[in-house]
């Protein structure tokens, strides 16, 4: 808990929902002042007040990350308000029903690289010169088991977009690890939030109810953000034990 005590500044994107707000409640929790981002105004609304309701201090700032302009303007207005961000987790994403090459439209592909891959682009551009002065911080980079290996339901533009994820992550721990800056890949199997839904077939209830739930992803983030500043954990990996991406389920085969 923070409130009447600030403490450092964590950006979360996709903050309103899932595992971004997941993420935003284990740390501020553990004592950070939270900056939540996302399109929908009022789930971010929703969120936060849901947040300060705990006593921890949260804001929202509705954005979004395919807009690079925009993602400037936010990271200024940030760091003008509360110095420098000591911690950027990027869990905006999305991915679209028809996923598949024979129904797959092009600009479906390009909206979901546009916020997978070019939005993590432009919030990590956004926060390294301010990380680079303050010789410290923490990127978390929320990818997928898809980015981790090829599975064929979650279609091509996610697949490929996660998957560009893990050579992103790498060459920041590459450039910037020597000025104080780790960066995380963290690649989750079957979680349980909203996104299941735009599949299109999406998984029965009690499937969903063995799946890693949110709260599981946001403690992994606390881990991650709150493990020594001498400690990179480059990537994570984290699955549901009862795996269907090993068991298998109608709803994963293409039809």
């Given at each position: 808990?923070?409130?009447?005590?600030?403490?450092?500044?964590?950006?979360?994107?996709g903050g309103g929902s899932g595992i971004g707000l997941?993420?935003?409640?284990?740390?501020?929790?553990?004592?950070?002042?939270?900056?939540?981002?996302?399109?929908?105004?009022?789930?971010?609304?929703?969120?936060?007040?849901?947040?300060?309701?705990?006593?921890?201090?949260?804001?929202?700032?509705?954005?979004?990350?395919?807009?690079?302009?925009?993602?400037?303007?936010?990271?200024?207005?940030?760091?003008?308000?509360?110095?420098?961000?000591?911690?950027?987790?990027?869990?905006?994403?999305?991915?679209?029903?028809?996923?598949?090459?024979?129904?797959?439209?092009?600009?479906?592909?390009?909206?979901?690289?546009?916020?997978?891959?070019?939005?993590?682009?432009?919030?990590?551009?956004?926060?390294?010169?301010?990380?680079?002065?303050?010789?410290?911080?923490?990127?978390?980079?929320?990818?997928?088991?898809?980015?981790?290996?090829?599975?064929?339901?979650?279609?091509?533009?996610?697949?490929?977009?996660?998957?560009?994820?893990?050579?992103?992550?790498?060459?920041?721990?590459?450039?910037?690890?020597?000025?104080?800056?780790?960066?995380?890949?963290?690649?989750?199997?079957?979680?349980?939030?909203?996104?299941?839904?735009?599949?299109?077939?999406?998984?029965?209830?009690?499937?969903?109810?063995?799946?890693?739930?949110?709260?599981?992803?946001?403690?992994?983030?606390?881990?991650?953000?709150?493990?020594?500043?001498?400690?990179?954990?480059?990537?994570?990996?984290?699955?549901?034990?009862?795996?269907?991406?090993?068991?298998?389920?109608?709803?994963?085969?293409?039809?």
């Open positions: 808990m923070n409130e009447g005590n600030p403490g450092p500044l964590a950006w979360i994107t997941a993420a935003a409640r284990a740390l501020g929790s553990a004592g950070f002042t939270l900056a939540l981002s996302g399109r929908r105004a009022a789930t971010l609304e929703a969120a936060v007040a849901g947040l300060q309701a705990e006593g921890i201090a949260a804001e929202a700032h509705v954005l979004d990350v395919s807009d690079a302009d925009a993602v400037q303007r936010c990271a200024n207005a940030l760091t003008e308000a509360h110095g420098t961000i000591a911690t950027l987790v990027c869990s905006a994403g999305t991915n679209v029903p028809n996923r598949f090459w024979n129904r797959l439209a092009p600009a479906d592909f390009a909206r979901v690289n546009a916020i997978n891959l070019n939005g993590v682009a432009f919030c990590v551009s956004a926060v390294l010169p301010g990380m680079r002065s303050a010789g410290q911080g923490t990127i978390v980079v929320v990818s997928s088991w898809a980015g981790w290996r090829f599975v064929p339901f979650t279609g091509a533009a996610y697949g490929a977009t996660k998957t560009g994820l893990a050579p992103l992550v790498e060459s920041i721990n590459d450039q910037e690890g020597r000025h104080g800056i780790r960066a995380t890949l963290v690649c989750p199997g079957e979680v349980a939030t909203e996104i299941l839904r735009t599949r299109p077939s999406p998984p029965p209830d009690a499937d969903i109810a063995r799946m890693l739930q949110p709260e599981d992803l946001g403690a992994a983030v606390a881990y991650v953000v709150n493990a020594p500043p001498h400690v990179c954990v480059n990537e994570l990996v984290i699955s549901p034990t009862w795996n269907r991406i090993y068991i298998g389920a109608d709803d994963l085969t293409r039809r």
